[in-house]
């Protein structure tokens, strides 16, 4: 049998993140062989990952991020069951590398970044790794992008909500866009303009504000006017463009996109959040 140093189970904790113990044990199993060692802790993973696959893994980080030049951003989620796993240090720069990754490869989809590459095995494998590191079920869950001639990022504080915009144009104050970003975190806008809203939920407004106005004893003649007007005031409150200024609600967002920019406004925007 091989001699297994401590310096080898140092090595293979700083390419695994496994505990020393399941480090030395690996070594000896794979009788010093550091590819094989390596491949049995991620066995390991894919055990726990199978022993813990009916659990919920509800906690977790959400993380939204620009590239260097502000054209692309990306927004992820990687869930655990537990908000203690969430803080855990190792964690959250699991997700941080495959948010890097995604900035870097720019996948059309959640498959795709599943598929890419992180450390020598694919992100989906590598999340299965840290199963068994931590002992508790983790799962990438959402991935979203923005392409944009200008993209901002924000996270709000706790890493539990985060939001992406894409705008037309670069050029304004860096705090305009990121005022923008903030206000769909605040106010959960559903679409950027009316114009964006589904045909779905507009029929379902209007059947809401029929029925509101039914109830309030009012002549059925009179049923799709009402419901009209409630319409346009979900519009004003729901849509992003329309919505006031959270800082200034003597505007709306889109004329103080404009007040900073001649033509500027909002192409697309993205919003997650954890239960919170």
Do not use: W
């Amino acid at each position: 049998m091989a001699v297994i140093s401590a310096a080898d189970v140092a090595k293979l904790r700083r390419v695994t993140l496994a505990g020393m113990m399941d480090c030395k044990k690996a070594l000896e199993e794979a009788d010093g062989n550091f590819d094989k060692a390596i491949e049995i802790i991620r066995k390991k993973g894919q055990a726990v990952a199978n022993k813990r696959a009916d659990r919920d893994a509800t906690e977790g980080v959400v993380l939204s991020k620009t590239t260097a030049d502000g054209k692309f951003g990306a927004i992820i989620v990687l869930n655990s069951e537990t908000d203690f796993v969430a803080k855990n240090a190792d964690f959250q720069a699991l997700a941080n590398k495959i948010l890097d990754l995604a900035l870097a490869n720019k996948p059309a989809n959640l498959d795709e970044l599943r598929s890419l590459t992180l450390e020598g095995a694919k992100v989906a494998d590598k999340v299965v790794e840290y199963i068994g590191i931590i002992g508790e079920k983790l799962d990438l869950s959402y991935y979203e992008k923005i392409e944009a001639p200008c993209v901002q990022a924000y996270i709000h504080p706790g890493n539990r909500l985060a939001t992406l915009a894409g705008f037309t144009a670069a050029g304004a104050d860096v705090q305009v866009y990121k005022d923008v970003v903030m206000q769909i975190a605040a106010m959960n806008p559903v679409a950027v303009d009316k114009d964006f809203v589904p045909e779905s939920v507009i029929a379902q407004e209007i059947e809401i504000g029929k029925e509101q106005a039914r109830r309030d004893g009012k002549p059925e003649e009179m049923l799709e006017k009402i419901a009209m007007g409630k319409l346009s005031k979900f519009f004003k409150e729901s849509t992003l463009l329309n919505q006031d200024f959270v800082k200034d609600n003597k505007m709306t967002v889109k004329q103080y996109l404009q007040s900073a920019k001649k033509d500027l406004t909002v192409t697309e925007f993205k919003r997650y959040t954890l239960n919170l």
